[in-house]
């Protein structure tokens, strides 16, 4: 049902919504570089730029998407990271709130029928009964984790590869094309989502390894677009690439990731609307790599700050 709803009619017609979010983001950026001389772009524009627009398509409303994106954070860092106890605690109480406001907003009926919770509560099963509402929420839950954080990641990536990169931000704009193989060449060579778990439903050998039945894997995505063998010279960026989707950064196989396409649309709206809107601006750096978050899954600068 998911992957049905996110698919390519749905995130075409989302294209409009994805291009007047950025632009309202990146009005207020730039305003923000005219009074004080610098903004930073990974809290003010690649992580609000993905929670708004899912609230969009979500049918979510009334909360402020910095409460959603401490809420989805909280979830990552206590799923994915390595909290002590007390850490713990902290993050399951914001987790917890999460669940609780999104139990009390599925149920509360105010979703337009055709967004992602209306379509939840007018799915029927096979045996022609809905989805009972922990199912409804879990959903929501995991879709919304799944869908905010990573592309925020993701944006932040692309848009420090692209500031960095001679010619790249003043080419992006005029270039038809040109903001999605860079976008493509970044989820190749670092992807946000860097490793991914599986449990095996029966023995088997891989690479001249053997691993029983039952056994749990987790899966170094991150390493296949590096692979010399199928990208050559992966250590450059070189957009263009013929085989450039070869590359595991949405996983494989029936969970593949049902978002792919919304995430690539994202990020390549948004580098090509900041490259136009803040066309002037660099990188702000001391030459030292910003902050990473840096989770068992997951891994993304926390920072893009730019100035004139
Ligand atoms: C750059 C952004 C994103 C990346 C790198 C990413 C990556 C991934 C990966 C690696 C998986 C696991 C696939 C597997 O098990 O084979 C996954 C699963 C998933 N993703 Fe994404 N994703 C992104 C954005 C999104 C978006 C925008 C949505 C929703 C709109 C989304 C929804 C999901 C869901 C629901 C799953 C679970 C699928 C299942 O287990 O069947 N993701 N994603």
Same mark, same amino acid.
């Given at each position: 049902?998911?992957?049905?709803?996110?698919?390519?009619?749905?995130?075409?017609?989302?294209?409009?919504?994805?291009?007047?979010?950025?632009? /309202?983001?990146? /009005?207020?950026?730039? %305003?923000?570089?005219?009074?004080?001389?610098?903004?930073?772009?990974?809290?003010?524009?690649?992580?609000?730029?993905?929670?708004?627009?899912?609230? +969009?398509?979500?049918?979510?409303?009334?909360?402020? @998407?910095?409460?959603?994106?401490?809420?989805? #954070?909280? %979830?990552?860092?206590?799923?994915?990271?390595?909290?002590?106890? +007390?850490?713990?605690?902290?993050?399951?109480?914001?987790?917890? +709130?999460?669940?609780?406001?999104?139990?009390?907003?599925?149920?509360? /009926?105010?979703?337009? @029928?055709?967004?992602?919770?209306?379509?939840?509560? %007018?799915?029927?099963?096979?045996?022609?009964?809905?989805? #009972?509402?922990?199912?409804?929420?879990?959903?929501?839950?995991?879709?919304?984790?799944?869908?905010?954080?990573?592309?925020?990641?993701?944006?932040?990536?692309?848009?420090?590869?692209?500031?960095?990169?001679?010619?790249?931000?003043? *080419?992006? @704009?005029?270039?038809?094309?040109?903001?999605?193989?860079?976008?493509?060449?970044?989820?190749?060579?670092?992807?946000?989502?860097?490793?991914?778990?599986?449990?095996?439903?029966? %023995? !088997?050998?891989?690479?001249?390894?053997?691993?029983?039945?039952?056994?749990?894997?987790?899966?170094?995505?991150?390493?296949?677009?590096? #692979?010399?063998?199928?990208?050559?010279?992966?250590?450059?960026?070189?957009?263009?690439?013929?085989?450039?989707? *070869?590359?595991? !950064?949405?996983?494989?196989?029936?969970?593949?990731?049902?978002?792919?396409?919304?995430?690539?649309?994202?990020? !390549?709206?948004?580098?090509?609307?900041? !490259?136009?809107?803040?066309?002037?601006?660099?990188?702000?750096?001391?030459?030292?790599?910003?902050?990473?978050?840096?989770?068992?899954?997951?891994?993304?600068?926390?920072?893009?700050?730019?100035?004139?």
């Amino acid at each position: 049902m998911v992957t049905r709803f996110f698919n390519a009619e749905r995130v075409a017609a989302a294209i409009p919504v994805i291009e007047r979010v950025a632009e /309202d983001l990146l /009005d207020a950026a730039r %305003s923000e570089i005219e009074a004080t001389g610098r903004c930073e772009l990974f809290s003010s524009f690649a992580q609000v730029l993905p929670c708004r627009v899912l609230m +969009e398509l979500l049918g979510i409303r009334g909360v402020a @998407p910095a409460t959603l994106i401490g809420w989805s #954070d909280a %979830s990552l860092e206590l799923f994915w990271g390595r909290p002590t106890p +007390e850490r713990q605690r902290e993050l399951a109480e914001l987790v917890g +709130e999460f669940h609780q406001w999104l139990t009390d907003t599925v149920r509360g /009926d105010a979703a337009p @029928p055709t967004s992602f919770i209306g379509a939840l509560a %007018s799915h029927r099963l096979p045996d022609g009964e809905p989805l #009972d509402i922990g199912t409804a929420v879990a959903a929501c839950f995991f879709v919304f984790i799944a869908g905010q954080s990573t592309t925020g990641q993701l944006i932040a990536t692309v848009l420090r590869r692209a500031l960095t990169e001679p010619g790249l931000w003043q *080419h992006v @704009p005029r270039r038809t094309g040109l903001a999605e193989a860079w976008v493509e060449e970044v989820l190749c060579r670092e992807p946000p989502v860097t490793t991914w778990r599986r449990v095996t439903v029966r %023995s !088997a050998e891989l690479g001249g390894v053997s691993i029983p039945d039952g056994a749990q894997l987790l899966l170094m995505l991150l390493g296949s677009g590096s #692979d010399p063998e199928v990208f050559p010279h992966p250590e450059r960026m070189r957009p263009y690439r013929t085989n450039v989707r *070869h590359h595991l !950064a949405f996983g494989v196989g029936r969970h593949r990731c049902p978002g792919a396409s919304l995430a690539r649309t994202e990020a !390549a709206v948004a580098l090509r609307v900041a !490259a136009s809107r803040l066309s002037g601006v660099r990188l702000e750096e001391d030459g030292t790599e910003p902050p990473m978050l840096d989770l068992l899954s997951f891994r993304a600068p926390l920072g893009v700050t730019v100035s004139p």
